[in-house]
């Protein structure tokens, strides 16, 4: 947060390159699929996003042990863009206060962010 779409942004946050040119959410938003103008796609569920999602309150969860494993049936309601590098996602279980980095998503829809992921259990 507090991050500015003008400003410059080093390092491995945000890369401009990998916020998408079109975004698509089918199986009545359980389906997350992305193509990016390099030609390449990625797609990955609403849940595997819901189960990722960093915000305090599920980091607060999960640190607490009390973050579900799993998110049966969680379908993406609405996705906004944030400032130029993220993305806010609305869930179907009511959690919308997600902020997704394009950088973070294309890890997750190519399998790049598990290794990140994995290690906070
Ligand atoms: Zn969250």
Request: charged share 25%; with cysteine.
């Amino acid at each position: 947060m507090g991050l500015q779409p003008q400003s410059t942004v080093d390092g491995p946050l945000f890369d401009a390159n990998d916020a998408p040119e079109e975004i698509v959410v089918a199986r009545g938003g359980r389906d997350f699929r992305m193509s990016w103008t390099d030609g390449s796609k990625a797609e990955t569920g609403a849940e595997q996003l819901r189960l990722r999602c960093r915000c305090a309150w599920c980091t607060r969860a999960r640190a607490d042990g009390e973050f579900p494993n799993a998110f049966e049936d969680v379908a993406i309601v609405a996705i906004e863009p944030f400032g130029a590098h993220a993305a806010h996602i609305r869930f179907s279980d009511g959690h919308d206060r997600g902020i997704f980095p394009w950088t973070y998503l294309r890890g997750i829809a190519t399998g790049a962010a598990e290794a990140a992921v994995r290690p906070r259990g």
